[in-house]
């Protein structure tokens, strides 16, 4: 049974671009939430989606943007990137209220 | 007050010992606690779950959760350097009919032989 992927693992990007993001969750779990985890400090919420919508947001603008497919991997978007945009962002999935992480992205602004 | 508190550490403890890792949180509401061990350069693997009030054991680890203090503990038994780690503490916040989870900023467990 294959577990929560993400992909890329790593991502250099310089101020201004965009990134795309990619998560498939562990089989039967059909609920995907974006966390943003800065260096020292716990995940923070960016937004999870059910039934290919967003359920809930946290505090992030609207730079941030998300998609979920039928077969419900997500897609996390990151437009006109910031310095401060550098972190791990990690897609947790779920069927029910414990979320399972997968490896995260580690992406890089320059 | 944040939602979900943890005292960032290090706590060192030598191997062997018990570990006592805490977790304060201000939704009275919350019902889940949930425990994550995160080494560096990795990210979360969930360790333990707790619905109520009282203990929950899973071998060397032991959930506590107490709701009238809204307070939430783990502790790890027989220390390993192993268990070297940042321990997250999350609790689901109820926000527009949904349930969305917060992290504490974790507490870095040292555990030296």
């Known amino acids: 049974d294959a577990g929560v992927t993400q992909s890329p693992t790593h991502l250099i990007k310089t101020r201004g671009q965009q990134v795309t993001l990619r998560c498939s969750p562990k089989?039967?779990?059909?609920?995907v939430s974006w966390y943003q985890q800065a260096l020292g400090q716990g995940p923070q919420f960016i937004f999870q989606?059910?039934?290919?919508?967003?359920?809930q947001r946290g505090n992030f603008p609207d730079r941030f943007s998300g998609h979920q497919f039928p077969n419900y991997s997500s897609e996390l978007n990151v437009n006109a990137l910031l310095l401060g945009d550098s972190a791990l962002y990690l897609c947790?999935?779920?069927?029910?209220?414990?979320?399972?992480f997968g490896p995260g992205t580690r992406l890089l602004v320059l | 007050q944040k939602e979900v508190e943890q005292n960032s550490g290090p706590l060192s403890v030598p191997e062997g010992a018990i570990a006592s890792l805490n977790c304060t949180y201000s939704?009275?509401?919350?019902?889940?606690f949930f425990w994550y061990r995160q080494y560096s350069g990795k990210s979360p693997e969930l360790i333990m779950s707790?619905?109520?009030?009282g203990d929950k054991e899973d071998g060397r680890f032991t959930a506590q959760l107490n709701k009238a203090s809204q307070y939430v503990s783990l502790l790890i038994r027989d220390s390993q350097p192993s268990d070297s780690a940042t321990y997250l503490c999350?609790?689901?916040?109820?926000?527009?009919?949904?349930?969305?989870?917060?992290f504490g900023a974790g507490t870095r467990l040292a555990v030296h032989p």
């Open positions: 947790a999935s779920s069927s029910r209220e414990t979320q399972y």
């Open positions: 089989s039967g779990h059909d609920t």
């Open positions: 989606y059910y039934e290919e919508e967003e359920r």
């Open positions: 939704d009275r509401g919350s019902q889940s």
């Open positions: 707790i619905y109520s009030n």
């Open positions: 999350a609790g689901p916040l109820f926000s527009g009919g949904y349930n969305k989870l917060i």
